[in-house]
T-cell receptor
Framework: NAGVMQNPRHLVRRRGQEARLRCSPMKGHSHVYWYRQLPEEGLKFMVYLQKENIIDESGMPKERFSAEFPKEGPSILRIQQVVRGDSAAYFC????????????FGEGSRLTVL | SQQGEEDPQALSIQEGENATMNCSYKTSINNLQWYRQNSGRGLVHLILIRSNEREKHSGRLRVTLDTSKKSSSLLITASRAADTASYFCATGGNNAGNMLTFGGGTRLMVKP
C-alpha cells in the first residue's frame, strides 16, 4: 500500500520558468492538501482539493500559482514564472475523508530557483 | 500569524533524558496533532488528541491538552538519538476538511 507519492523530489528552475509538482495520494484517499515549507520553518497551508474541485485555496498566492486534482491522475501544483522567493519544499498530504483527522504526507518536492 | 506556536524552538538533551515540547494556539479546535519530521523528509503523524480529551499516551509519547489555556505538551520519555528531529503541533478547527495549521516546530537534538 504505497504512501503519498510526490515527484519530482528535487527541481531546479531558472527565474521565469514554470514548475510543476505532482502528488499521488494514498490509495482510496480523495482529499489532497498542499503545504509549503521554508527552511527552519513550519508548514504553511496553500490549498485543499477534492477530486475535480478546489475546496479552499486561501493560502495560495493569487498570481502565478494554481492547483488541480483531476478525475484521473495526480494532483498538480503549478507555479508559473518562478522567482527566487518560490524556493521551498512543497509537501502534499492526503486524507481518507474531510474530518478524519490524520494527514498522510509525501516526502516533498524541493524547488530551487536560480 | 501561526495558529500553533511551539516552545522551545530548539532543545538539546542527552540520551535517556525526557524531552518536553509545548504548543500554544489561539482559536477553538476540534483536535490537536503532533507530527515529527526528520531532516529532509516528510512529516509523520505521531498522535492526535481531541478537544474533549486531556491526556493521551502512545509508547514513549505523552500528550496533554488544556483547552482553557489553549496549550498542549508533548513529552518524550527516555529519549534516544533516533528521536532527533523536528516536532510540530498542528491544530484542526471546526471548519470542513482536515486543513491543519502548523506551528513553527521544535528542533530536538538527542546526544548519544
Amino acid at each position: 500500500n504505497a504512501g503519498v507519492m510526490q515527484n519530482p523530489r528535487h527541481l531546479v528552475r531558472r527565474r521565469g520558468q514554470e514548475a510543476r509538482l505532482r502528488c499521488s495520494p494514498m490509495k482510496g484517499h480523495s482529499h489532497v492538501y498542499w503545504y509549503r515549507q521554508l527552511p527552519e520553518e513550519g508548514l504553511k497551508f496553500m490549498v485543499y482539493l477534492q477530486k475535480e474541485n478546489i475546496i479552499d485555496e486561501s493560502g495560495m498566492p493569487k498570481e502565478r500559482f494554481s492547483a488541480e486534482f483531476p478525475k484521473e491522475g495526480p494532483s498538480i501544483l503549478r507555479i508559473q514564472q518562478v522567482v527566487r522567493g518560490d524556493s521551498a519544499a512543497y509537501f502534499c498530504a492526503s486524507s481518507l475523508g474531510p474530518s478524519t483527522g490524520e494527514l498522510f504526507f509525501g516526502e516533498g518536492s524541493r524547488l530551487t530557483v536560480l | 500569524s501561526q495558529q500553533g506556536e511551539e516552545d522551545p524552538q530548539a532543545l538539546s538533551i542527552q540520551e535517556g533524558e525526557n524531552a518536553t515540547m509545548n504548543c500554544s494556539y489561539k482559536t477553538s479546535i476540534n483536535n490537536l496533532q503532533w507530527y515529527r519530521q526528520n531532516s529532509g523528509r516528510g512529516l509523520v503523524h505521531l498522535i492526535l488528541i481531541r478537544s474533549n480529551e486531556r491526556e493521551k499516551h502512545s509508547g514513549r509519547l505523552r500528550v496533554t491538552l488544556d483547552t482553557s489555556k489553549k496549550s498542549s505538551s508533548l513529552l518524550i520519555t527516555a529519549s534516544r538519538a533516533a528521536d532527533t528531529a523536528s516536532y510540530f503541533c498542528a491544530t484542526g478547527g471546526n471548519n470542513a476538511g482536515n486543513m491543519l495549521t502548523f506551528g513553527g516546530g521544535t528542533r530536538l537534538m538527542v546526544k548519544p
